[in-house]
């Protein structure tokens, strides 16, 4: 379906993988202005086709991969796309935010999104190339890894001329054939990570998925976006966090502040300071082990890690490794953690699940629960346990399901570190408990991004009050739904790091700082009044280059409370749809180590207090007691 808008290809691909018809699908421009793109245009798509009594590993399923409208016209940090569905994980839909050239090339074949459902009846590989799609036989292919999988399908890419066809492509490796519940997608060296989007690819028999193209990505306004960009650049490369501590350290710059502020998850959540930390630190991977770093396409920040595992370039740890692979089962070998980020992304597993689920077994065996033979500190033969999960053998076909599902065959319930069935981040929210929040209510589950990250205002940019509750409802709404528009938009989120003007950050211990720390927590009327009438802000923030660009871009108009408008309706239709799936108030839950034990039995307030903020986050979105949309929200959010 055409459109009138830059950014966008006008096409939406439609693959049934049982029957292999190949269709287009219908997308309005109407509907391009209300649901944007990325993990949001998905959520439309799914919404009108799930009922909420289908199953993850079923035909009536979709994986839908969507592009953002800036995905591809040179934004900074602009290369993203998204993958969601029905995760076999919670039960719910989730989504998946991922870099790499995929998104760049499927536009590049004139598509926005593509959808499949059904399943294979042999094993499958997709070619698609400009308007052309072909099936191929997988036999070859299948049980390889996820980078010999990416290398062979380069040679049957190869053309006359000896060059590999400029292309990009989604792949599984053996976690995902085996429906390893937290399995992954990979596309190149960067992972689709969260929800068990591989295990579902695994099901269908769809082994990958190669795009390529030649068609230009239109912008609207190509001198003004060309301009601006420019600028976006140079602010982001100035910013302390984008042009500084991300280039130098990476996510993993973040494990020191973490520890000093006692949110660095170790032992499996039961306390939140490691005393060898710095043996596992950002300074100590990018002083030792750092080659070089690496970038997505049109990233100035570039935080990605290149190390060096058995004499050849891989990529790095994420903060959210290190530290799970670290303090969180006790182990203060960094070179082990290198090791296992390999072989987790080689396997195509999410390595903070995997993680996670290890803490919990390991603990579920020292409490006498579980007689599995882990323990914390001892590593050796861990990279087997890995290997086992991915190919379900012996006490890896167990681990395969994930710590909630151990936890009610178990017992220690209380210890499975969780919400609605999804894993939990590196930060440990009884220091943190704004993120602790986001965690409970966040639309995929434990997701520290799609709870909206409020840690970064917690002590890891600003300094707020830890363990308060005021105000914490709404920035948690405020930034949930910022950043569902930036995803929404096919961009990183790092983009956002550069919203905190940079004098807050260059000095933390200034007056103004200070001010500025104290006086956050009680602005909750003021930041709620501005969600609730987010019309009032038409303006854009000059620290907020999101906006221009997009406009740019597209042609729509797109002031900074449009955009959070935008953002807060694709976050409540998420809600929606997982309505249907059986998600409310009691959903929106946490481990009970988090919630009623004390991370230091001195300080009272070192608990997160979920009912009390659940309480005052649902009154704020306009959510009945059930913790819903009203249909009068819908309503006003034209979801309905």
Known sequence: ??????????????????????????FSDRERELFIGGKTMAAKILGDHLKGTEKAFSTENLLVVTTGPLTGTGAPSASRFNISTVSPQTGYITSSNCGGHFGYYLKKAGLDALILTGQCEEKTWIEIQNDSVKFHNADDLWGMKTTRTQETLDDKLRMKNGRVRKNGKICIGPAGENLVLYSSIVSNDRVSGRGGTGAVMGWMRLKAVCVSGTKEIPIYDKDKMIAHTKKWFKY?????????????????????????????????????????????????????????????????????????????????????????????????DLEAVLKWNYELDELGMDTISAANTL?????????????????????????????????????????????????EKYGGKEFAIHAKGMELAA????????????YAVSNRGGCHLNGGYLVILEGLGLSINQTTYHGKADLTMMFQDLMEMISASGQCLFTSYAFFPAPLLKHPNSWYVKLVNGVLPYCGAVVRLMNKYPEMLKLHLPVFHHTKGFEY??????????????????????????????????????????????????????????????????????????????KKLLKKLEII
């Open 236 to 332: 982001l490369r100035k910013h302390p966090l984008t042009g500084d501590q991300l280039p130098r350290l990476g996510t993993a710059g973040l494990v020191s502040s973490m520890q000093m502020r006692g949110m660095l998850s170790t032992k499996n959540y039961s306390r939140g300071q490691y005393e060898d930390f710095e043996k596992v630190s950002g300074e100590v991977l990018a002083e030792k082990y750092n080659i070089v770093n690496k970038g997505c396409l049109t990233c100035p920040i570039r935080c990605a890690r290149t190390v060096e595992i058995d004499g050849r370039p891989v990529k790095g740890p994420e903060l959210e490794t290190l530290v799970l692979l670290g303090g969180g089962i006790l182990n203060n």
């Open 427 to 438: 930060y440990e929210p009884r220091k943190a408990v704004g993120l602790g929040l986001g």
């Open 1 to 26: 379906m055409a459109t009138q808008y830059g950014g966008y290809m006008g096409k939406v691909l439609k693959i049934d993988l049982t029957t292999k018809e190949v269709s287009e699908y219908p």
């Open 359 to 407: 803490s919990y077994a390991m603990e579920a065996n020292e409490k006498g629960l579980w007689d599995n033979g882990l323990k914390f500190s001892e590593i050796e033969g861990i990279s087997k346990i890995f290997e086992d999960i991915a190919y379900r053998r012996g006490i890896g076909n167990e681990l395969a399901e994930g710590s909630k599902r151990l936890s």
């Open 553 to 630: 871009a597209t042609g729509m108009k797109m002031t900074f409370g449009h955009y959070m408008r935008c953002g807060e309706r694709g976050y409540n239709l998420e809600r929606e749809i997982n309505r249907r799936f059986g998600v409310n108030a009691n959903k929106d839950a946490l481990p009970s180590r988090l919630v009623k034990t004390l991370q230091d039995p001195k300080d009272p307030t070192s608990k997160v207090p979920l009912e009390k903020l659940k309480k005052v986050y649902y009154h704020a979105r306009g959510w009945d007691s059930h913790g819903l949309p009203t």
